[in-house]
């Protein structure tokens, strides 16, 4: 039988969209599962359309309880897990709402899913570069929530730089169309980059604008495989320092590369102990020219390189980069992987940070990454039964954070604070930065009801 809070929701939106029994589950966690984390709510629902998340908003607001909107459950920091309050599902509004492709523009629901905008984009001869993991769930909406990168963000950016508006609903349920069509505004405060990157601690994206450019006519990805890690981000060094603007530049460290080893297409040498990935893009005749500048600058020191240029061989290539993280988890039965980043020059020391705090807390860790972004997924591989080895990876991230932050890094080059680290900006932030973002929580949400916990609390 529905509560009586649900049963109040029912009335209020019909019984479609609210989601009880069983199935309220599948809302209570995210890609964090494995760590043991998983919330609770007073109801879960999934509006079919923009008013009724006015509706559910303008609802909470009266009654004070907290709202925690959900794309795809695909996030990696808890962002969309609950500690109680309305869980808001997008996952309805997914409706493509104009595709102008002789103007390279897009306009969406929140609840559309990456993989398809990537899809209908490629259709039209066009490219959405942002691609973080695991498109087939992810939602634009929770790509915007947490200004997802991916890959591609080492040429072309992060998801803030393909946004050009957003229609987000807040508080007391008002709807908001920020920005537009227009590439260019400085007329105002810039809302749209404030809203990305929120993770719901300012409202519900429930819209957006994205704008888009003409495929590249030739993609050519290329792999470099080295002895040590030492030799293989010398090579990243001289992709920087030959100047060359490779559309990828991702790397795999021992224990990554040992994971996902035996899927590799076409395989890799058993002395390979760290990976490199590279991408040239663009028209056919600078693409060759930057292939062969990429593979000159990673060829020294290298124990085996690759080109793939057929369509079948860089559908493999990019279907193994894309299982890399599922391979890690599956050596023990569970990771915890953070996103930090730092300045590139610094990647090196950071990597080996990594290992260091693997090391004194007794479990396996690898690491891949971004590496043209300095962004590395540190990975802490446990058992996920084992509370004893979740709470070893959880202090071992701790002393990774304040590592990278000596070293001018950040907590989260992606994945967002979520629950996971939502108590560690300050450490981050100055105790003035800290004071404006709390007023910009404030201005936004002055009761806190979105997305309480997270991010920044009053």
Known sequence: MPTALEADLIRRLGSASVITGDSVREYLHDSTEMQGLRGHADAVVAPHDVQAVQEVVRWCCERGIPMVPRGGGTGFAGGAVPDGGVVISLERLAAVRAFEPELWRLHVDAGVTTARVHRLTREAGLFYPPDPGASEQSHIGGNLACNAGGPHSFKYGVTRDWVTGVEVVVSGGEL???????????AGYDLVSLLIGSEGTLGIITGANLKLIPAPEVTIPLIATYRSAVDGIAALRRVYGYGL???????????????????????VPAEAAFLVLAEADGGVTEAEALAAGLDEALAEGAVHRATFRSPVAQRELWRWRAGVSYAVAAQRGGKMSEDV????????????????????????????????????????????RSPEEVARAAQAAEFLFAGTIAMGGTLSGEHGLGIVKRAQLPRQLSAGE?????????????????????KVSP
């Open 176 to 186: 908001l169309r920020i920005g537009g069509a227009t590439r260019k505004d400085v």
């Open 245 to 267: 603007r490779s559309a990828v530049l991702e790397y795999l460290d021992a224990g990554a590369l040992d994971a996902a080893r035996a899927s590799f297409p076409g395989g």
């Open 341 to 384: 980043a730092v300045p590139f020059d610094r990647l090196e020391e950071a990597l080996a940070l990594g290992e260091l705090v693997g090391r004194q807390a007794g479990l396996p860790t690898c690491s891949w990454g971004h590496a043209g972004d300095g962004n590395l997924h540190t990975t802490f591989m446990i058992n996920a």
């Open 434 to 454: 800290m004071r404006l973002q709390r007023a910009v929580k404030s201005a936004f949400d002055s009761e806190n009801l979105f997305n309480r916990g997270k």
